[in-house]
């Protein structure tokens, strides 16, 4: 009687290990059921963001920037939350730095196309009226940073600003600066904003103390003038 009670429990023992193990297996395998799930979702949105998700970069100089104001109250900032509120799959990227010439423009150009770009924003010559720099400096500059993305990659979409100066430098030298502009678009057939400043340049309010950048409500207008153009493209 004894020894049938010890293999009673010896039973009853190794019973119990065996559904410990079916047990744990079953737990194991519906652990792992769930790693792999959560790794294929996360590989679909990876997957979805890269399919979706294209880039619009602004290649410019202070006015790109947003000198002397918040980097989101900047135009370029401003189209990315118009973007979002639209739920367009467009990335932004600020490429601007103050004080930049089409000369600077051209030579940090490279390291700027190392990503991948869907719309090309061009946004330089203001500095270059500014300067004095001989005209057909500025224009051969910036056509061959347009021949350069196209290079990089041909379909890239190029949107080129146009720019005014003061008549500082002389009427004639004015008049040509601003023709650059539509000549470059028309020539290369690209779109152009007729003026990045229009509805800015010259009134107080929407200028810092400088007369030249605008505040962070001179910006929406900005905004408004690239939007104009940007819209028929996305």
């Not at 600020?94 to 010439?101: D, F, H, I, P, R």
């Not at 146009?162 to 008049?175: F, H, K, L, R």
Request: charged content about 25%; proline content about 4%.
């Amino acid at each position: 009687m004894r020894n049938f009670l010890k293999f009673s429990y010896f039973f009853i023992f190794i019973g119990m290990i065996s559904c410990g193990n079916s047990n744990a297996k079953k737990r194991g395998q519906e652990g792992e059921n769930q790693v792999k799930a959560k790794t294929e979702v996360k590989k679909e949105k990876s997957e979805v963001s890269k399919t979706y998700s294209k880039t619009i970069l602004f290649f410019g100089n202070s006015l790109t920037a947003g000198y002397g104001l918040d980097t989101k109250e900047s135009f370029p900032s401003l189209i990315q939350n118009r973007l979002d509120s639209l739920d367009l799959k467009y990335t932004v990227i600020n490429a601007g730095l103050s004080g930049e010439t089409t000369s600077g423009g051209k030579n940090r150009l490279s390291w700027v196309l190392k990503q991948k770009v869907d719309i090309f924003v061009l946004e330089l010559g203001a500095n270059d009226g500014l300067r004095g720099i001989p005209l057909k400096e500025t224009r051969a500059n910036l056509q061959t940073i347009i021949d350069l993305v196209r290079e990089k990659n041909p379909e890239t979409k190029i949107i080129l600003a146009g720019m005014q100066i003061p008549p500082n430098m002389g009427q004639a030298y004015t008049t040509e600066f601003r023709t650059i502009f539509p000549d470059l678009a028309e020539k290369n057939e690209i779109q152009l904003i007729p003026f990045l400043l229009a509805g800015v340049s010259g009134i107080p309010d929407l200028n810092l103390p400088d007369g030249i950048h605008p505040t962070a409500e001179g910006q929406k207008f900005v905004r408004e003038n690239v939007w104009a153009i940007l819209k028929n493209i996305l």
